[in-house]
């Protein structure tokens, strides 16, 4: 790994720091996104699924919902739910749910970053070290308004952005 990308994604931590200001000043007091949205769903169905899988079972019937007969409870981002879990034997929930924002949008940027500068290569295109058009490609993916948008929704299942990058890279890879 070269020495310069903690540098690179420390970076890009920054923007995304920026980006849901001011949360990071207090984590446990405040998170990313607006008060009359999805936000609170969010917390509140991470919350309600960490329950369970500390017993090792995924909480789907729920006898707060539909009283007196309960219901079914499908949480919207069950890709988030294990790092949730695991925040949350630390931190509290909305802690845990910023350092899933910040991760999340981060790693967007890392991500487009990286398969900027590989598929500039491969097409025998100068990469300076400080990355070039790589920061254009990071920085405009992770402020793109559809990612931005679902932060400040509380839509944390929208924000996982990274992981399309990464799936388009690894077909790019194997073609």
Do not use: K
Request: net charge negative; with cysteine.
């Amino acid at each position: 790994m070269s020495q310069r990308w903690p540098m690179i994604a420390l970076a890009y931590f920054a923007i995304a720091a920026w980006l849901t200001w001011p949360a990071i000043l207090s984590p446990t007091d405040l998170v990313p996104g607006a008060e009359r949205t999805d936000l609170w769903n969010s917390l509140w169905s991470f919350w309600w699924a960490g329950q369970g899988e500390g017993n090792g079972v995924l909480n789907l019937r729920n006898e707060w919902l539909d009283h007196p007969n309960g219901g079914l409870l499908m949480v919207a981002d069950p890709v988030g739910v294990p790092l949730m879990r695991v925040l949350q034997m630390w931190l509290p929930v909305s802690t845990s749910y910023t350092c899933l924002i910040l991760f999340r949008i981060t790693m967007s940027g890392l991500i487009a970053h990286a398969f900027c500068e590989e598929l500039l290569r491969t097409r025998n295109q100068a990469v300076p070290v400080w990355g070039g058009a790589a920061w254009v490609a990071g920085t405009g993916y992770m402020t793109a308004p559809i990612l931005l948008s679902a932060v400040h929704n509380g839509a944390s299942e929208a924000v996982s952005g990274g992981w399309v990058v990464l799936s388009v890279w690894l077909v790019w890879r194997a073609m």
